[in-house]
């Protein structure tokens, strides 16, 4: 920060300079001044309590699950499934005689580095991710009837082929409520840099996001309890899935009601 000040003043001459953090700018772009900010962003998902423009930063949580987890997420299903996208750069479209148009995989593409090849695939996993996903209401289960008959969404892959998503639509964003339900080695992410730690170097965790958003609130004074789970600011690329605040209230609300012994002061905010 001191050398960015110093960047601003000696070389671009600015007569004024103001820094702020992230997570009391989304605060104060909804009218706040208190309140906790879950921010759900590529490279992970932070979680601050703001308490009067100020941050708490002995109640901050972090997670390892943000946008790019998620995406390789996403692959591993597919991959599951038996399919293996591949990336745009390496298809090769040609037009046959009678108009049709054929994919296939260019066999000039050689010597590319695996992080960009990586890149590449993961940019797949957003695409489908943002295109099709969306939160379930409550916490999936093996073979929940309630997705046994959901109308499948089709997704068409680079190389033409359209792929029909059901359970996994929800089975991904999932991945934020229980990152347990994968434990996998994840190349893709390793190979950027992104594999098993936060990219700013602070500690992640591998928790359900409402899990963190409490106990970085019970990491705060006691009379800002209430406060600050009454004003939840979510932001970040990744918290635009559909239904994802309500989900995140429903659950929040469950751990209250189900342990009054440990969180007795938020009983009453307990509505959000």
């Known amino acids: 920060r001191q050398k960015l000040c110093e960047l601003m003043f000696e070389k671009y001459r600015v007569p004024s300079f103001f820094l702020s953090k992230d997570a009391v700018l989304s605060c104060y772009a909804c009218g706040r001044t208190t309140g906790l900010t879950i921010d759900i962003g590529s490279n992970g998902t932070v979680i601050t309590p703001v308490i009067d423009g100020w941050v708490e930063t002995k109640a901050i ?20 499934k038996g399919i293996e ?3 745009l750069f390496r298809l090769i479209k040609t037009v046959t005689q009678d108009k049709r148009i054929l994919v296939s995989q260019n066999p000039n593409i050689v010597n590319v580095h695996p992080s960009y090849d990586s ?3 993961l940019e797949i996993g957003r695409d489908l991710k943002e295109s099709t996903c969306r ?3 409550s916490s999936l289960v093996e073979n929940d009837p309630r ?10 892959l680079p190389d033409g082929t359209i792929l029909d998503l059901g359970i996994e639509r929800f089975q991904i964003p999932e991945l934020l409520f229980d990152p347990m339900i994968t434990n996998t080695y994840i190349n893709d992410l390793n190979l950027l ?14 928790e359900p996001l409402p899990k963190l958003a409490i106990d970085s609130i019970m990491k705060c004074d006691h009379d800002q309890h209430i406060p600050l789970l009454g004003n939840l600011v979510i932001t970040g690329g990744s918290s635009r899935f559909e239904g994802l605040p309500d989900r995140i209230k429903s659950d929040i609300e469950k751990i209250i009601t189900s342990s009054p012994s ?3 002061s938020m009983t009453q905010a307990s509505a959000l």
Do not use: F
């Open 147 to 156: 997705y046994t008959n959901i109308p499948l969404v089709p997704y068409e």
């Open 193 to 206: 840099g992104l594999g098993h730690s936060y990219t700013s170097g602070y500690p992640a965790v591998l």
């Open 119 to 121: 890149l590449m695939r």
């Open 61 to 80: 949580n972090r997670s390892i699950i943000g946008g790019r987890y998620l995406d390789a997420y996403t692959l591993t299903l597919l991959k599951a």
């Open 85 to 87: 996208p591949l990336p």
């Open 262 to 264: 440990t969180i007795t």
């Open 135 to 137: 939160v379930a209401d």
